[in-house]
């Protein structure tokens, strides 16, 4: 079976060979910019996917980018570079107790004019 993958460049350097030897997969490539308000401007590209058979998420790649980088694409055959399993978060319960109160107080001042006293 010769699956197709994305062999990921930043720059001219050779990143990943991103790709399942599985039957059944999604791979995707994103990049994606976000202006929030009260907080710094963030642009990240992220290549990543799902073993279906396996019911797996994984990834390649997570990382930031600066204006003028440039990301390369080529749709590629195997052989892939094998992915890292995602690993869940570890956070303190202070950092979500904190976490947590910031959504709050956020929401609240967002929503003032709809709450009734």
């Known amino acids: 079976m010769d699956n197709i993958g994305i062999n990921i ?5 050779q990143i990943a060979r991103a ?11 994103m990049a994606a910019f976000a202006r929030r308000r009260g907080r710094n401007d963030a ?6 996917g799902l073993d279906s058979d396996a019911n797996n998420h994984v990834d390649w790649l997570k990382t930031t980018l600066n204006l003028g980088d440039i990301v390369t694409l080529e749709i ?16 303190s319960e202070e950092d979500q107790l904190k976490y947590e ?3 709050f ?8 004019d709809h709450i009734k006293d």
């Open 76 to 91: 590629v055959k195997g052989p892939f570079e094998p992915p890292e399993p995602r690993q869940p978060p570890v956070v």
């Open 105 to 112: 107080y956020r929401l609240k001042e967002e929503l003032k």
């Open 19 to 29: 790709g399942f030897n599985e039957s059944h997969y999604v791979l995707h490539a």
């Open 43 to 48: 642009f990240g590209f992220h290549v990543g």
């Open 101 to 103: 109160l910031e959504l």
């Open 9 to 13: 460049k930043i720059n001219g350097e």
